[in-house]
T-cell receptor, first 116, second 115 residues
């Protein structure tokens, strides 16, 4: 079964600093990987996804992630943090059992705090 | 663009009561997923439907049931509610075809509070 592990339940950065949120995956086949963002009391918004095409994926709001098979990682980065980036970030992997079952398995989430 | 609609957005129930959550997928989407997110937790998959048939089942209690109707909307029925059922319930939908695997659009969620 696929799974993802997010290292660090809470990351705090200063405004303008680099954002790095870590995600490692476990999958027996090439995975489909996702990063979602959740603002307080809101739903899940897709930031970006990896679907076995380019290993460097660019998403919305200046975020990007790089798929590294050798490290089984899919870390999320942003060069310069903005106050509006403060939120919970979830890494997720799509079920690869085929058919119509593509449920997502989420990591435990990383709360990003941006300090002025 | 149309998004996934969930109703109600907030629901307060007493223990042992029943609740029905509704999900209206994006038009022409044929797959619906339900997820439960407890306080401070990650979303957990409950159940999914593809073309009105149950396609997968996760950690859904026997007290819960769900179905997808002919117009593709879905309802999650919850009976004998417990305090631990208090959570945010998300519905997500996917389009038909190859995009099904890599595209799930989430609704805003229904916040259920059990007192």
């Amino acid at each position: 079964a696929q799974s993802v592990t997010q290292l660090g339940s809470h990351v705090s950065v200063s405004e303008g600093a680099l954002v790095l949120l870590r995600c490692n995956y476990s999958s027996s086949v090439p995975p489909y990987l996702f990063w979602y963002v959740q603002y307080p009391n809101q739903g899940l918004q897709l930031l970006l996804k990896y679907t076995s095409a380019a290993t460097l994926v660019k998403g919305i709001n200046g975020f990007e992630a790089e798929f590294k098979k050798s490290e089984t990682s899919f870390h999320l980065t942003k060069p310069s943090a903005h106050m509006s980036d403060a939120a919970e970030y979830f890494c997720a992997v799509s079920d690869d059992s085929g058919g119509s079952n593509y449920k997502l398995t989420f990591g435990k989430g990383t709360l990003l705090t941006v300090n002025p | 663009a149309a998004g996934v609609i969930q109703s109600p957005r907030h629901l307060i129930k007493e223990k042992r009561e029943t609740a029905t959550l509704k999900c209206y997928p994006i038009p022409r989407h044929d797959t619906v997923y339900w997820y439960q997110q407890g306080p401070g937790q990650d979303p957990q998959f409950l159940i999914s439907f593809y073309e009105k048939m149950q396609s997968d089942k996760g950690s859904i209690p026997d007290r819960f049931s769900a179905q997808q109707f002919s117009d593709y909307h879905s309802e999650l029925n919850m009976s004998s509610l417990e305090l631990g059922d208090s959570a945010l319930y998300f519905c997500a939908s996917s389009p038909p075809g190859l995009a099904r695997r890599d595209t799930q659009y989430f609704g805003p969620g229904t916040r259920l509070t059990v007192l």
